[in-house]
C-alpha cells in the first residue's frame, strides 16, 4: 500500500484503512515514522533500505498465515515501490494468499502539485539510480523521452554515493531543453520541504536539496515560469481564445 | 484539486478538505457526482466537457472577488486536468489571487495497483487525444517510449468520434512488444469497473471495455502475467537470490 508523499493529509481513506485493520505493518522506518498516529495496536516490524527481498518474504510468510499485513511503501507502491517484489515472490510460490494493492499519490504528482501545473501534458518518470538497472537504459529513456517532447520526471537524482548520474542527465537533457524551466522539490509534502525552480543551466546551484528524498521534473519547451511556479501549456491556446 | 479515481475511499484527506471548506465547486457532472456526499451548503456550478475555459474563468473571477474555489479534476489536476488552464489564465492576467493546487492518485496509479504491478519500472504517459496535440507529436512519442522500454499507460485511447489513434497505436506499439501483457480497466475504482488482460495482438477483442474511462497499460518485454495480475519486474532478480 502507498502512502503518498509523507504527510497523512495527502494519504487516501484506503491506504489508512488498511493500515488502521492491519495486524502487521512492515516498512522502513522513514514510512513507518511518517504513518505513526495510525499505528496503535498494530504490530511493527521496521526495516532497513536495501533489505526489500527480505521484507517481503517476512510479509508473505505472516500473510501466509493468517495474518494481515501491510507493506507500506511512500508515494505509490508500483512507482520504484514493494508492489512488483512482493507479486514476484508471490508468484514464484504459485501463492493462494490474497493480495490488494493500494494505490497512493506518488512523488511526480505530489512535486507537481507544489511546482503548480509543470505536467499538463505527456510526461516520463525516470529513476537515475543504477542499481537495479544498467546505466546505458537509463541513457536511452532519457534521450528519447527529451527528443520526443515529454515532461520528464527524474526520481532518485543522486546519493551520498552516487552522483555522476545527475551530471551525465544534465549534460544530455541541455542540449534539447536549454531554456526548460527545472523544478527541484525535496521532502515534497513532508516536513523540511525545500523548492527551487531553475534551468538545466543552473540546477546544480541548487545541489544542497538534491539527493534521494528530491524529485525534479524538466519542463518541455513550451514550459514557462510565472512567479513562483512552473507551467506547461496544456494547449488549449491553440483552439481557443482566452 | 484532484479527487482520484472516482472512489471517496481513494480521495486525500486533504481534497476532501479543500471541498469540504469551499464556497464554491465547478466540475463536470461526472466528477461532481462522484463527490456528492462531501457537498452540503457548497454552491455547486456543473460544467461541460469541452468548456473547459469558460469553466477556469468563472472559477478565476469568483475567486478573486473574495470566494474559496475548488475546481475538481478527475485523478490528478496535472494529468490532463484543470490546473494548467487555471494557472495559465492567472499568468496572463498577472493574478494576485491565492491559488493551491491539490494532488490526487493519478489513473496510471489507480489502473496500476488494479491490474498489479505492471509499472515498477520507469513509465511514461500518453494521451491518445489528438485535439489539443497534432497525431504526428503523439506517435513519435509512443515510437520513443516503446523503443526505449518504457512501461507506457495511454490516456483517453478512444472516443466515440476517435477510434482511428487506438488502431494506429497498436501496429506501432505490436512491432517492438508482441508478447507483452496489456492490461485494460474502464471506470477504475469507481462502480461498473471492467478488466481485462491482453497483448496487443489481442486488445481489440475488448474494444467494448475501451472508450475515454478506459486506461491501457502496455507492459514492458519482462512483464509476466500471474492469474489476473500483470508484473513487471523491477530488477531485484539481477542481484538477489529469491
Redesign the interface.
Known amino acids: 500500500m502507498?502512502i503518498?508523499?509523507g504527510?497523512?493529509?495527502?494519504?487516501?481513506?484506503?491506504a489508512t484503512?488498511a493500515v488502521t485493520e492491519s495486524d502487521y505493518v512492515i516498512g522502513v522506518a522513514t514510512y513507518i515514522d511518517q504513518i505513526s498516529s495510525l499505528l496503535h495496536n498494530q504490530k511493527v516490524i521496521k526495516g532497513v533500505m536495501g533489505e526489500?527481498?527480505q521484507r517481503a518474504k517476512k510479509a508473505i510468510e505472516l500473510a501466509s498465515s493468517g495474518h494481515n499485513v501491510s507493506i507500506v511503501s511512500g508515494g505509490?507502491?508500483?512507482?520504484?515501490g514493494m508492489?512488483?517484489?512482493?507479486?514476484?515472490?508471490?508468484?514464484?510460490q504459485?501463492s493462494t494468499t490474497d493480495v490488494e494493492?493500494?494505490?497512493?499519490?506518488?512523488a511526480v504528482?505530489?512535486v507537481?502539485?507544489?511546482l503548480?501545473?509543470?505536467?499538463?501534458?505527456?510526461?516520463?518518470?525516470?529513476?537515475l539510480s543504477d542499481?537495479?538497472?544498467p546505466w546505458s537504459?537509463?541513457e536511452?529513456?532519457l534521450?528519447?523521452?527529451v527528443?520526443?517532447?515529454?515532461v520528464i520526471a527524474l526520481y532518485n537524482p543522486q546519493s551520498r554515493k552516487r552522483k555522476i548520474n545527475l551530471a551525465r542527465s544534465i549534460k544530455l537533457l541541455k542540449k534539447h531543453r536549454p531554456h526548460a524551466p527545472v523544478g527541484i522539490v525535496q521532502n515534497g509534502?513532508r516536513p523540511g520541504e525545500m523548492k527551487a525552480i531553475a534551468t538545466l543551466e543552473t540546477l546544480m546551484e541548487h545541489e544542497a536539496i538534491i539527493d534521494m528524498h528530491t524529485t525534479i521534473i524538466v519542463g518541455n519547451n513550451e514550459s514557462?515560469i510565472?512567479?513562483d511556479?512552473i507551467?506547461?501549456?496544456?494547449?488549449?491556446?491553440?483552439?481557443?481564445e482566452?
Open positions: 502507498g503518498g508523499p504527510s497523512l493529509d495527502d494519504i487516501t481513506l484506503r484503512r526489500e527481498v505509490d507502491p508500483n512507482v520504484f508492489a512488483s517484489l512482493v507479486l514476484e515472490l508471490l508468484a514464484l504459485d494493492v493500494v494505490p497512493g499519490v506518488t504528482n505530489a507537481a502539485a507544489i503548480g501545473a509543470p505536467l499538463s501534458s505527456d510526461y516520463a518518470i525516470i529513476s542499481l537495479l538497472i537504459e537509463i536511452k529513456r534521450t528519447s523521452a527528443e520526443s517532447g515529454f509534502a514557462f510565472w512567479k511556479k507551467i506547461t501549456p496544456r494547449g488549449y491556446q491553440r483552439k481557443y482566452y
